[in-house]
């Protein structure tokens, strides 16, 4: 087979609902998801072994080779063709990381996802499988829905997903002040016992007005930056919305029309885009 690339695009909670956390320890979520034109490339390539090489802006950040997502990834698409009695042989993988790492619009999630499309295509399997997503839960919650790659509705811890008919497409800046906010300890922000209730579902889909993200307070607590980014964002012609995507620290500005001009410190991430 022939080297061939996959896009890894960032992920983008436009709405992001706590309903409360369950008796396993999971937390319950109601999300409206939407995908970037900007993101990751994961390049594969017949090998002798399986390896992983990162280029980019953001490859120093990742963990090591073995401790990557991609390789979970390799070890779950090994599962699937091995029990197709379709073994998959050695295959590299050259990641082109543009995305900051921990930053709340799923990169981890979309490189994992496009792994699993890209090792299966070497065994013939489609991706597209119930199987395939089961296993991608099993890595991270945000896998199933980056498999998808569509926007949607995602529900559950993040396999319940049901596409959005007529989705418009947005304009969008993203803006990240490049402190990583890990998503557990966010999460932990909020207090929840087991069992316990939070907040209500997302009662429009269509309807941004009703739609926050409560994972924003415990965030900013934890890196206050994170409401600096939505103030200025805010305040700035032109924008109809700002909001924090995710566990953070990645903020969202939308916009219609002619590009606004945020006042951002030259330090931080920032990317435009339109998000479909």
Same mark, same amino acid.
């Given at each position: 087979m022939?080297?061939?690339?996959?896009?890894?695009?960032?992920?983008?909670?436009?709405?992001l609902?706590?309903?409360?956390?369950?008796?396993?320890?999971?937390?319950?979520?109601?999300?409206?998801?939407?995908f970037?034109?900007?993101?990751?490339?994961?390049?594969f390539?017949?090998?002798?072994?399986?390896?992983?090489?990162?280029?980019?802006?953001?490859a120093?950040?990742?963990?090591?080779?073995?401790?990557?997502i991609?390789?979970?990834?390799w070890?779950?698409?090994?599962?699937i063709?091995a029990?197709r009695?379709?073994p998959?042989?050695p295959?590299?993988?050259?990641?082109?990381?543009?995305?900051p790492?921990?930053?709340?619009?799923?990169?981890?999630?979309?490189?994992?996802?496009?792994?699993?499309?890209?090792?299966?295509?070497f065994?013939?399997?489609?991706?597209?499988?119930?199987?395939?997503?089961?296993?991608?839960?099993?890595?991270g919650a945000?896998?199933?829905?980056?498999?998808?790659?569509k926007?949607c509705?995602?529900?559950?811890?993040?396999e319940?997903?049901?596409?959005?008919?007529?989705?418009?497409p947005l304009?969008?800046?993203?803006?990240?002040?490049?402190? +990583?906010?890990?998503?557990?300890? %966010?999460?932990r922000? /909020? #207090?929840?016992? $087991? =069992?316990?209730?939070?907040?209500?579902?997302? *009662?429009?889909?269509n309807?941004?007005?009703?739609?926050?993200?409560?994972?924003?307070?415990?965030?900013?607590?934890l +890196?206050?930056?994170i409401?600096e %980014?939505?103030?200025? /964002? #805010?305040a700035? $012609? =032109?924008?109809?919305?700002?909001?924090m995507? *995710?566990?953070?620290?990645?903020?969202v500005?939308?916009?219609?029309?002619?590009?606004?001009?945020?006042?951002?410190?030259?330090?931080?991430?920032?990317a435009?885009?339109?998000?479909?």
């Amino acid at each position: 087979m022939q080297p061939f690339s996959l896009f890894a695009p960032a992920k983008i909670n436009l709405a992001l609902h706590v309903l409360g956390r369950r008796a396993d320890g999971y937390h319950d979520l109601d999300s409206i998801v939407a995908f970037a034109d900007v993101g990751d490339v994961l390049t594969f390539a017949p090998a002798e072994r399986f390896a992983i090489e990162a280029a980019g802006p953001f490859a120093s950040a990742l963990p090591s080779e073995h401790d990557n997502i991609i390789a979970k990834a390799w070890s779950a698409a090994s599962e699937i063709a091995a029990k197709r009695g379709k073994p998959l042989p050695p295959v590299s993988v050259r990641l082109r990381k543009n995305l900051p790492v921990a930053s709340g619009i799923g990169g981890g999630s979309a490189n994992a996802a496009a792994a699993l499309k890209g090792f299966l295509r070497f065994a013939g399997i489609d991706a597209a499988e119930p199987d395939v997503a089961a296993a991608g839960l099993a890595i991270g919650a945000d896998v199933p829905v980056c498999l998808f790659g569509k926007p949607c509705r995602m529900r559950g811890v993040g396999e319940r997903l049901t596409p959005l008919a007529g989705f418009r497409p947005l304009q969008a800046i993203l803006v990240n002040p490049l402190v +990583a906010v890990p998503t557990p300890e %966010v999460f932990r922000g /909020l #207090a929840l016992e $087991r =069992g316990q209730a939070f907040r209500d579902a997302i *009662g429009n889909a269509n309807d941004p007005a009703a739609w926050r993200n409560d994972l924003a307070a415990p965030a900013i607590a934890l +890196a206050p930056v994170i409401g600096e %980014v939505l103030q200025r /964002l #805010a305040a700035t $012609r =032109g924008i109809i919305r700002a909001f924090m995507s *995710g566990s953070g620290a990645t903020c969202v500005a939308l916009y219609e029309g002619a590009d606004p001009a945020p006042d951002l410190d030259p330090s931080w991430w920032a990317a435009r885009t339109v998000l479909g």
